[in-house]
């Protein structure tokens, strides 16, 4: 049996008040309000020069793991789109010839391998070795180069073929003999290469480092313009829905590589962002001038003259209310079943510009307080810190800093609350038939736990607008503090409350899956610059 909505969308104003009331009196509020620490996995900003050391890493592991030479341990990874947990799991349940099987990795028995060649006197090794493609004999042992499988021919052949398989875009260079899947050595292609093909062998490297890049599930390139020149690598290629900051300050989803945007999915997001960009200002604008013809619903606008308009189809309007002209026509009235037969694209149009407005009042008002409002907080702490009349317990002043970063992400959890729900409960998404009659309920819960958010980030942020005045009373800067903690500490279980609805309540209901990242109530989780070597 499928989960309702109605539980956990339920909680009310219940808790808000209960929590202003418990805080009321607790003078070391501000020590509570602190943010609790939180699991955050260590994320990785890969540049040119230390992609070298983060390849290593994994092929290292991978070659300790199931006893592998480099060019093999980096070939099944690659197989495995740098997975770990994917070579764990196949290990344990294939064993490692069924590891190797399946990635089509090749590892010679002992008595043919390089090392056992070397073992055997220089008396007992042929004087001269022919090669069987160019059927040259070679008589200097340096000439002929064997791979793991075994196969020998002479280093031009070798070359010639290295040569052409780069040509082709290989990332994987096998064997010359025919139907031998081995993978050739990386230091003899990178060696052969170099005598001859210089540049070639220049490319072969940037193919080895950059198949860590286009092949890994767990790295992408930063999305900024113009680009950094870094990658982020996430621990766990399983934590694909996470948000991530790249040390050069371009944040985003890990998953779909757009700006950070839960608690929306990503393919509402993808929708939201492209009719955001291409339909915004057109459907405002058709929705504010524009009159919908009663017959064939298109968009009429009037430049001139009286009310009585005729649409190309042979319609004929009053454009003061829309209606259809005829000899009894009269509009001074308000009528409440015409409006409720209002043609449906005016009230697609009017649907969509209602949740379009609030998406932009709250991104607004966040560069406003960012940008406006920080400075002034800011200026408020340093009197305050300085103010030697009052106590040094309340003369910290970190509370008003963890209230703003509160403030900030309550206006991005709302904005992007607007556009999950304008596809959530539209007709965009297909729903589970048994759970049809539940979202018209579910739609009004969530909107009001979205309203009590709402609500209680804007008295947040006229609070935090009222204490950036250098008010310096021991009192009234006791009574702000209490009063900006609880409203931070409400703030931010509403955010809490609203992902955990979203991803526990409402997207079990589509038939589509969709996940949100969790929530940071501190922003995405910042990466790391990997140490070059």
């Known amino acids: 049996q499928r989960r309702r909505v109605l539980p956990l969308l339920r909680r009310g104003h219940d808790e808000e008040e209960d929590g202003l009331e418990a805080d009321e009196d607790d003078v070391g509020l501000f020590e509570d309000a602190a943010p609790q620490p939180e699991h955050r996995a260590d994320h990785w900003a890969i540049t040119r020069k230390s992609l070298s050391a983060a390849q290593q890493q994994d092929v290292s592991m991978v070659m300790n793991l199931v006893n592998l030479e480099r060019h093999n341990a980096r070939?099944?990874?690659?197989?495995?789109?740098?997975?770990?947990?994917?070579?764990?799991?196949?290990?344990?349940r294939r064993g490692r010839e069924g590891l190797f099987r399946e990635a089509g990795i090749v590892v010679p028995p002992e008595d043919s391998s390089t090392a056992a060649r070397a073992r055997v006197p220089p008396h007992k090794r042929p004087r001269t070795v022919t090669c069987n493609v160019c059927f040259e004999d070679v008589s200097r042992p340096s000439d002929v180069s064997t791979m793991d499988c075994g196969h020998c021919f002479c280093n031009d052949c070798w070359t010639e073929h290295?040569?052409?398989?780069?040509?082709?875009?290989?990332?994987?260079?096998?064997?010359?003999?025919?139907?031998?899947?081995?993978?050739?050595?990386?230091?003899?292609?990178?060696?052969?290469?170099?005598?001859?093909?210089?540049?070639?062998?220049?490319?072969?490297?940037?193919?080895?480092?950059?198949?860590?890049?286009?092949?890994?599930?767990?790295v992408k390139w930063c999305p900024s313009a113009p680009h950094c020149g870094r990658a982020i690598r996430v621990v766990d290629a399983s934590e694909r829905y996470c948000e991530v900051e790249c040390p050069c300050g371009v944040s985003f989803c890990f998953n779909c590589a757009a700006p950070a945007h839960s608690p929306c999915p990503c393919p509402m997001w993808d929708?939201?962002?492209?009719?955001?960009?291409?339909?915004s200002e057109n459907l405002k604008w058709i929705a504010v001038n524009t009159k919908s013809c009663p017959k064939c619903l298109r968009p009429i606008e009037k430049n001139g003259g009286c009310n009585h308009v005729s649409c190309p189809c042979g319609q004929h309007l009053c454009y003061a209310c829309g209606g259809r002209l005829d000899s009894l026509h009269n509009c001074n009235r308000y009528d409440e079943a015409g409006h409720a037969n209002y043609d449906s694209i005016r009230?697609?149009?009017?649907?969509?510009?209602?949740?379009?407005?609030?998406?932009?009042?709250?991104?607004?008002?966040?560069?406003?307080?960012?940008?406006?409002?920080?400075?002034?907080?800011?200026?408020?702490?340093?009197?305050?810190?300085?103010?030697?009349?009052?106590?040094?317990?309340?003369?910290?002043?970190?509370?008003?800093?963890?209230?703003?970063?509160?403030?900030?992400?309550?206006?991005?959890?709302?904005?992007?609350?607007?556009?999950?729900?304008?596809?959530?409960f539209g007709d965009e998404v297909r729903t589970y038939p048994s759970e049809k009659a539940n979202l018209p309920i579910a739609k009004v819960l969530f909107e009001d736990q979205q309203w009590q958010l709402e609500e209680n980030a804007e008295k947040l942020s006229k609070v935090l607008a009222a204490e950036a005045k250098p008010v310096l009373a021991e009192e009234e800067v006791l009574r702000a503090m209490?009063?900006?903690?609880?409203?931070?500490?409400?703030?931010?279980?509403?955010?809490?409350?609203?992902?955990?609805?979203?991803?526990?309540?409402?997207?079990?209901?589509?038939?589509?899956?969709?996940?949100?990242?969790?929530?940071?109530p501190d922003g995405p989780d910042k990466a790391k610059d990997l140490p070059a070597p």
């Open 75 to 92: 070939a099944l990874l690659m197989h495995h789109r740098w997975k770990m947990d994917r070579i764990h799991d196949f290990l344990e």
């Open 271 to 279: 929708k939201w962002d492209a009719k955001f960009r291409g339909e």
């Open 162 to 218: 290295f040569f052409a398989s780069l040509g082709n875009g290989k990332k994987h260079i096998h064997c010359m003999q025919v139907k031998c899947p081995a993978i050739c050595d990386d230091g003899t292609v990178r060696r052969l290469l170099g005598r001859k093909y210089p540049d070639a062998a220049k490319r072969f490297d940037n193919l080895v480092l950059d198949s860590y890049l286009d092949n890994n599930a767990s």
């Open 347 to 424: 009230r697609q149009m009017l649907r969509y510009t209602h949740y379009c407005d609030r998406f932009n009042v709250h991104i607004n008002s966040r560069k406003v307080e960012q940008t406006e409002l920080w400075p002034a907080i800011q200026k408020r702490a340093v009197l305050l810190e300085s103010a030697t009349a009052i106590r040094p317990l309340i003369r910290e002043a970190s509370w008003m800093a963890r209230a703003h970063r509160a403030l900030l992400a309550s206006r991005l959890v709302l904005a992007r609350s607007y556009a999950f729900a304008y596809y959530m």
């Open 482 to 520: 209490q009063e900006t903690s609880n409203l931070a500490k409400i703030v931010d279980t509403h955010c809490r409350e609203m992902y955990k609805c979203i991803q526990d309540e409402l997207l079990p209901l589509l038939l589509e899956p969709m996940t949100i990242a969790p929530y940071r």
